[in-house]
């Protein structure tokens, strides 16, 4: 089972600026088969990027994920006000379908 | 548009089960796996089954898989997911949600609300 390290647990940012979250993989993930999720408080979470880099439909650029190796990483270039929110990564190559255990962006 | 709108809150006490639904709408509910996630408070999120469209094969995390059973009924375009043997870690928000064509279905596009259980005596 891969298992998902998500760091760091609790970022502390403004409205305004740029936020690096990052999802360390136990293993080579197979074809960049992972996602991210927003989830802010009391709803359900929403994809954000699939396939490590690509945007799912509907989401800002200001959205942006990389991979390198076993580490990806979400980018978010300038932070919104609803941008704040706690963020997961998954991956979705095998079985069981794993999570990270989430970053929180939080209003400095 | 597509919708995933879940049952109501359940109070359950411990040993006893719980049956959950997810009513689809707004795309073809018949093409699509559908899984259920769920998250315990203040934590994170837990996957623990996906159902294939025809509703004839499920998969569960190895976790659950003694407990948990998925079903769906696609004359009312709804899938159900049953839990037994319920004990205090079981209380939780469960969600339905979609499986992603863009993915093998194995990411989530569309979310259900979400649906709160507690397990209390």
């Known amino acids: 089972e891969i298992v998902l390290t998500q760091s760091p647990g609790t970022l502390s940012l403004s409205p305004g600026d740029g936020a690096t979250l990052s999802c360390s993989a136990s293993q080579s993930l197979s074809a960049s088969q992972l996602a991210w999720y927003q989830q802010k408080p009391g709803q359900a979470p929403r994809l954000l990027v699939y396939r490590a880099s690509t945007r799912a439909t509907g989401i800002p650029d200001r959205f942006s994920g990389s991979e390198s190796g076993t580490d990806f990483t979400l980018t978010i270039s300038r932070l919104e006000p609803e941008d704040f929110a706690v963020y997961y990564c998954?991956?979705?190559?095998?079985?069981?379908?794993?999570f990270g255990g989430g970053s929180k962006v939080e209003i400095k | 548009q597509v919708q995933l709108v879940q049952s109501g809150a359940e109070v359950k006490k411990p040993g006893a089960s719980v049956k959950l639904s997810c009513k689809a709408s707004g795309y073809r509910f018949n093409i699509y796996y559908m899984h259920w996630v769920r998250q315990a408070p203040g934590q994170g999120l837990e996957w623990m089954g996906i159902i294939n469209p025809s509703g004839d094969t499920t998969s569960y995390a190895q976790k659950f898989e003694a407990r948990v059973t998925l079903t769906r009924d696609t004359s009312t375009s709804t899938v159900f997911m049953e839990l037994n043997s319920l004990t205090s870690d079981d209380t939780a928000v469960y969600y339905c949600?979609?499986?992603?064509?863009?993915?093998?279905?194995?990411?989530?596009?569309?979310w259900g609300q979400g649906t709160a259980v507690t397990v209390s005596s």
């Open positions: 998954q991956y979705y190559g095998g079985s069981p379908l794993s």
């Open positions: 949600a979609r499986g992603s064509t863009v993915t093998n279905y194995r990411a989530f596009d569309f």
